[in-house]
């Protein structure tokens, strides 16, 4: 079964008035253990199909089903449950909090959650992307790369069954980049997640197992 | 006009995107000036223009002619008489209470048939000018009266006038605007019989030639009046007054600047602030051609241009803050220091424009530092992608050196004594508590910020340790909002105790000098220099009631020694008084001094006499009492809170020497030992009838002493409010900003799980740990403050010797609410957080 489903999935935006069709009717799904990458040039809609697949946003019409779980039939409390134990996160920029250091930074969902103290947990993540040893550092000693994987750690925490990159690489340079990608890849294959990675990265595409082509807020194409 | 344009739109403009947070900041730097305006302007009405109420009616003369206890009348013919041309106006002074609207007003007793010329077109009321004479009037219950009283002529109306209550006839009205008060006129002869005070004058007032200079005049007159007489300025009295009402206007003043410093700890912030978030914008605008000069000018315009726009708001505020003001200075002015009536509070063009220097000026100093940090930063610095949020490094052990350099010179500098009667060097030592407390910040909020975060998110959760780690993530802002809030608890902390220190000395104080039953006073509403007199034969028939051991009867005078109001009092010695402890400075007890004092040449003085006029035990004071002048030695100095004026105290057989008018100003009543208090209550009730007098127990008495004290502080209070909402608003300002400034952050927080209630907590958790932060800061500096208030500052403006206490309920209460409020002022600013879109927010497409 898909662990995410897009159904007929359209979205509108308002802006100084004036309504904006970021989506139009997109149908995906997507399975434990694909590793997905959306192309398309900016504007094209993919951040808006990753906020509406990571239950941050509503459909204006349409389904989003995660885990079988439809997203409009969700208050805000529940969206963000649904987010907690499901979805991972990874930004452009890392988005790291600079006051925490490394391994407090890969806790943070896990203690937002409300859940007992997650050191374990978070050293456990860190290991998976190989930064057990930075533990005690904090974001501005750490490259862009490191920055990264301390991020993908983070989005690991709840072991989710959904990951959404949206250009992990866009801030790093070339070999860095790589490197990431096939951490995610390896990370998807490892742990059976949904990866789910808007990119403007050619090599990015070449990793995954299928390639959702956008434009102007419409799926053109779908190789796996 | 280039200059101009861009100023407007990198600076100004922007502004209008924060209109909250930019109206808060103009409404803090209104506050702080409309206080600071407020008190300037009731201060001068209340005391600065303060004038006399005897001076009503007094007209243009150039000398006076006093004496304790009244100038003889014989004094009137020796002057006349003299070979000079000189025109005298004998008058007599005094005060009366019109029951039926609870006023007392000053009672003028004028020589109407010898200044009959100067006099009638004064007083004349009775339309058509002229039509009547008003020497017709005279001895037949006539009386003149002010036209703001509102009476009309041919009104009747009743004056209590001493412990008697007499029917009078309004003849006519005087205009009593530009100078004069509304006051009762009478003829001389018909006062003199109403006060029972026959062949005396209370003043003589002179005209003289200037042919001689008016000392010139003062000696030539001296050499031919009794020694008891003194000659003077007219108008010397008022000028008295000014002078001891000076101290009290300047500790006022010292209060009102606190909520300016507060408001310029918050322009501080501000800037700040707007300097970190521009970092790029400047540096563009430095790669562009902007100089470092146009940068820093920049910055300081901002600054002004918020300093402008409070003093517009402040102006119109601040008169309004002053008609509140000048009341309740007004009700203290008349409970400690002289009966006065307010003058017209005038806004006049030099407090205006003295607003908008203060405003501006305050605005402009406190953002110089961050302004000119602003100008060095370097353009490729600052347009440098990448890079975390620049945060100017806080020099946390420069600071706190300079702080503990700072706190010395502070109790240096309390250490000093007077300048020219003012505690200058005790309202420096309070400056540099300030500013040391405000270097020392940085360093305590890192201290307990990181020893604390892990504990607190451990107690409250991960919001806490967010909030924690945040706050000393922005040291810099952070120390300098927690600086302004802890100023103002600071300022709440020391007034209080120090007010509540006070209250204890009283209460403890009121304990031994008020040993008496009963006391009884002519009925009338008190001031600290109205002194009228009950009958003798009224204190002669209470004491002779049974039931009453014995009865003290207290007189007291007006006096004016070293330049400075005084009050002269006699208590009979034979009176053998309960005494529990000893009040007197040497601590001797006070039987054997009073003893000493018994039909003698010695006096002992309050605290605030020694200290005023630089005297101590051993000392003489000459005294001009009644035609006689008189020597007498201090044998002892005593605790005295019953007014700042300075008091001397002689037996009473010692004074009637000088001044034999044997009515007593009150009457101290004992009940004797087998009698029933309520009994003798009531036999004294009978015997007064037919006397309008007061009578009062000792409970109530220090209950109604205590309510006085009280009202007395309400302006301190007033000021400590205005003070701790500017800090609040601060922290409603500076918490906007960080939310705005931190909307990634909390963006970010939603995408990882955050609800929306646990963004909001993270916010009040912020604002709580400020208020706990300005809390232990603010207490400390507030007890430290409350030394240099009580002990220097209070010490040196009044002479009092205050004993320390900790008013705990009310310290506990205060900042209670204080911390409340600092959590309220969390409560915009988080709904400005969780009602962010984290779609917009963190997405860079």
Known sequence: MAILSLQNVSKDYLTDGQCVRALREVTLEVSCGDFLALVGRSGCGKSTLLNLAGAMDFPTSGEVLVNGVATSSLNDAGLTRLRREKVGFIFQSFQLLHTLTVCENVELPWLLAGKPAGRAAARDRLAWVELEELEDRYPHQLSGGQMQRVAIARALIHAPSILLADEPTGNLDTETGNNILLLLQRVTREHNTATILATHSLEAAALATGVVRMRDGKIEEIVR | ?845
């Open chain 2, 1 to 845: 006009m280039g200059h101009f344009i861009l100023f407007y739109r990198l600076l100004i403009r922007p502004l209008f995107k924060e209109p909250v947070r930019a109206f808060l900041t103009v409404l803090s730097v209104a506050l702080g000036v409309a206080v600071v305006l407020a008190i300037d302007l009731a201060g001068t009405a209340a005391t600065g223009s303060f004038r006399s109420s005897m001076d009503t009616l007094a007209g243009d003369h150039d000398l006076e002619i006093v004496a304790t206890g009244g100038v003889p009348e014989a004094v009137v013919g020796s002057v006349v008489s003299l070979p000079y041309a000189i025109h005298a106006s004998p008058r007599i002074e005094d005060f009366a209470v019109l029951p039926e609207k609870k006023q007392t007003l000053p009672l003028i007793g004028l020589d109407l048939v010898a200044e009959a010329s100067s006099y009638a077109n004064r007083l004349q009321g009775a339309p058509p000018a002229g039509s009547e004479n008003y020497l017709e009037h005279l001895g037949k219950s006539s009386i003149w009266i002010g036209e703001s009283t509102g009476y009309k002529p041919g009104d009747r109306l009743e004056l209590l006038i001493n412990d008697h209550s007499k029917k009078y006839i309004v003849r006519g009205i005087y205009p009593d605007a530009h100078g004069n008060e509304g006051a009762i006129v009478m003829d001389i002869a018909e006062a003199q019989e109403a006060l029972t005070r026959y062949g005396r004058v209370d003043r003589i007032l002179l005209k003289v030639l200037p042919s001689s200079t008016l000392e010139e005049w003062q000696q030539r007159l001296r050499s031919a009046l009794p020694l008891g007489v003194d000659v003077r300025p007219q108008g010397a009295g008022t000028n008295e007054n000014r002078r001891m009402l000076a101290s009290f206007r300047w500790n006022l003043r010292l209060l009102s600047y606190i909520s300016l410093i507060v408001g310029a700890f918050l322009i501080y912030n501000t800037i700040s602030v707007s300097v970190v978030r521009r970092r790029p914008e400047i540096g563009i605008v430095r790669a562009l051609g902007a100089s470092r000069k146009s940068v820093l000018a920049a910055f300081v315009g901002e600054a002004a241009t918020f300093g402008f726009a409070g003093a517009l708001i402040a102006v119109p505020l601040g008169r309004l803050m002053a008609t509140g003001a000048v009341k309740l200075m007004g009700a203290t002015v008349d409970a400690l220091y002289v009966s006065s009536r307010p003058g017209v509070i005038e806004l006049s063009v030099s407090s205006v424009l003295l607003a908008f220097a203060v405003g501006i000026g305050v605005a402009v100093v406190s953002a110089y530092s961050p302004a000119r940090e602003a100008s060095l930063v370097s353009p490729v610095e600052a347009m440098a992608r990448g890079r975390r949020e620049f945060d100017v490094r806080v020099q946390k052990r420069r600071d706190l050196m300079l702080a503990v350099a700072l706190g010395t010179a502070a109790a240096a500098s309390s250490r000093a004594p007077a300048l020219g009667g003012k505690p200058v060097f005790g309202y420096l030592a309070v400056i540099l508590l300030i500013a040391a407390s405000a270097l020392a910040m940085p360093a305590f909020v890192a201290l307990v910020t990181s020893c604390a975060s892990k504990l607190l998110g451990s107690l409250l959760g991960v919001e806490a340790l967010l909030a924690s780690r945040s706050l000393d993530a922005s040291l810099r802002r952070t120390s300098v909002l927690v600086g302004a809030l802890s100023t103002a608890i600071a300022m709440m902390t020391s007034v209080g105790i120090m007010v509540g220190s006070f209250r204890q000395t009283v209460t403890l104080w009121m304990n031994d000098e008020l040993p008496a039953d009963l006391y009884l006073r002519p009925a009338g509403s008190r001031s600290a220099d109205r002194h009228p007199t009950i009958s003798l034969e009224l204190a002669d028939k209470i004491a002779g009631l049974p039931g009453v051991a014995w009865v003290d009867r207290v007189r007291v005078y007006e006096i004016s020694y070293g330049g400075m109001p005084a009050t002269l009092a006699s208590v009979d010695l034979k009176v053998m008084r309960p005494y529990k402890q000893s009040d007197l400075l040497s601590g001797r007890p006070i039987e054997q001094v009073l003893a000493n004092l018994r039909d003698s040449n010695s006096v002992i003085v309050s605290e605030p006499f020694a200290y005023k006029h630089n005297v101590k035990i051993g000392n003489s004071v000459l005294l001009l009492l009644g035609e006689k002048q008189g020597s007498f030695r201090i044998v002892d100095v005593y605790y005295d809170y019953s007014s700042e004026r300075g008091n001397i105290l002689m037996d009473r057989n010692t004074l009637l020497q000088y001044l034999p008018d044997p009515a007593p100003s009150n009457i101290a009543v004992y009940v004797a030992a087998d009698a029933q208090l309520e009994t003798v209550r009531a036999e004294i009730g009978q015997a007064t009838a037919g006397y309008r007098v007061l009578m009062t127990s000792n409970r109530d008495l220090r209950k109604e002493a205590i309510k006085v004290f009280d009202r007395t502080f309400a302006i301190t209070y007033a000021l400590e409010a205005v003070a701790v909402l500017v800090a609040v608003m601060g922290v409603v300002g500076a918490l906007l900003a960080l939310v705005i400034d931190r909307r990634r952050e909390f963006s970010v927080l939603r995408f990882l799980g955050a609800a929306k209630g646990q963004v909001r907590k993270l916010i009040l958790v912020e604002a709580g740990l400020l208020g706990i932060l300005a809390n232990c800061a603010g207490v400390a500096l507030g007890l430290a403050m409350s030394l240099v208030l009580i002990f220097v500052i209070n010490k040196q403006s009044f002479g009092w010797t205050i004993r320390f206490h900790w008013p705990v309920a009310i310290l506990l209460g205060a900042i209670s609410l204080v911390y409340v409020a600092t959590v309220g002022a969390g409560i915009y600013p988080a709904n400005v957080a969780v009602g962010l879109n984290p779609l917009e927010v963190v997405h860079e497409e």
